[in-house]
């Protein structure tokens, strides 16, 4: 990139343009992921997994995204969001490939796909942040939320496909080997049209660029982390476990767990989309610790309670678990000098555990049954309100015109 390059800030209608790619990215994450994890049931029975081999299986992902994560700030600084989403985006779709092999012929090669899919999956999710970020400050208002809003939308019809999938019994390896074909044709075209990471002053003078290691030394964020681990923790475990909980242990039919599972995820889409006005209203820490609240009192209802009423405490834990990780990134990037670091370096702790968690419901849960092995979501959750205050903007920022009343204190 030029100095040219770097010195001239992208106009309305590239913002715009980069904010509808910024979507794409996020809705497609959230597709690929939503479009496996639908299929986990019918592929642990295929390969005649018990809970703990299978958790061990989507241990994979997390291995995968636990060597892509520290390394994606760097990878973002040397070639951008853009190209990373775009490389990430091709590697994730041929990765499905290998899982829809694997789901049918051996858990080795399954686990190769699912490792892969950590890798790719990893540094894309840190990329489309870092570009959300970017965007948010260009557009001067938050939209973090409703990016989330995004990913949750993409899980919400892959989890509504997979919901078809398997009430119309089609085979797993045709129905991810499509998916991937058609992440692979999409977002890598949409996301073109993302702008540059370098951040500008009103002026269109560049800031300095800062170390994307330097972030990971600096306590607010990294509690900034904490908070961010809790709700992401929330989110995977049900990814990959509510459909489970509520086939085994809740003893619903395969169609119903899976519809179990889009029920969170419609719940978490629409939170998402609509929580910014409560965030505008009443500031990040208060909503974050009311959510927090939610989420456990749905996991309780959700672990404790009848069939009718795990329904119920799926529908609130999806709501509560909604705004913690978009409210991180948007906490991340208050300093706009600093916001891609810091934002990749939350991204990466929420990633980790949004991946790294799940496979540990899973070996604790062949010990307990996985659905009290979910109980430990919401000791997560309690630690999240104690240390939300770390959400709070330091002294010294720059309120935007449309903060909340907290921001602008």
Not at 68 to 83: F, K, N, V, Y
Not at 381 to 389: F, I, R, S, T, Y
Request: glycine share 12%; proline share 6%.
């Amino acid at each position: 990139m030029t100095s040219t390059d770097v010195r001239r800030s992208p106009d309305p209608a590239q913002v715009t343009t980069a904010m509808r790619a910024v979507y794409v990215a996020f809705i497609g994450a959230g597709f690929a992921f939503a479009s496996w994890a639908s299929r986990i049931p019918q592929v642990r029975d295929r390969l005649d997994l018990d809970p703990a081999a299978l958790g061990l299986v989507l241990l994979a992902i997390a291995a995968g995204s636990v060597i892509a994560l520290p390394l994606a700030g760097t990878l973002i600084g040397w070639i951008g969001s853009r190209a990373t989403v775009i490389v990430m985006a091709l590697v994730l779709a041929a990765a499905m490939g290998v899982i829809a092999v694997g789901s049918v012929t051996s858990v080795a090669v399954l686990t190769a796909g699912l490792f892969v899919m950590g890798l790719s999956n990893g540094a894309w999710d840190v990329g489309m942040n870092v570009q959300g970020a970017v965007v948010e400050r260009h557009l001067g208002r938050v939209v973090m939320s409703r990016f989330h809003a995004g990913f949750s939308l993409g899980t919400v019809i892959g989890a509504l496909l997979g919901t078809a999938m398997v009430a119309l019994d089609v085979p797993v390896p045709l129905h991810l080997a499509g998916v991937a074909v058609l992440v692979a044709a999409v977002v890598p075209l949409t996301t073109r049209g993302f702008v540059p990471d370098v951040d500008t002053d009103p002026d269109g003078v560049p800031t300095e660029r800062v170390s994307a290691l330097s972030a990971w030394r600096e306590p607010r964020t990294l509690v900034i982390g904490v908070v961010v681990l809790a709700f992401s923790f929330a989110e995977g475990a049900a990814n990959d476990w509510l459909a489970v909980a509520l086939i085994d242990d809740h003893g619903t039919s395969e169609t119903a767990g899976t519809l179990g599972f889009a029920l969170f995820l419609t719940a978490m889409t629409l939170a998402r989309w609509f929580g910014g006005a409560l965030l505008d209203r009443y500031g990040r820490v208060p909503v974050i610790r009311l959510l927090a609240g939610l989420a456990v009192v749905g996991l309780l209802l959700f672990v404790f309670g009848s069939p009718p009423v795990a329904f119920l405490g799926a529908l609130l834990w999806g709501a509560g678990a909604s705004l913690g990780f978009p409210t991180g990134m948007s906490a991340a990037a208050d300093d706009p000098a600093k916001a891609a670091s810091r934002v990749s370096v939350v991204a990466s702790i929420g990633y980790c555990a949004f991946l790294a968690g799940p496979p540990l419901i899973g070996l604790l849960g062949q010990q307990v049954t996985v659905l009290r092995a979910l109980t430990v979501v919401a000791v997560l959750l309690g630690v999240a309100v104690l240390v939300a205050g770390s959400l709070r903007p330091p002294a010294g920022t720059v309120p935007a015109p449309d903060r909340t009343p907290e921001q602008r204190v």
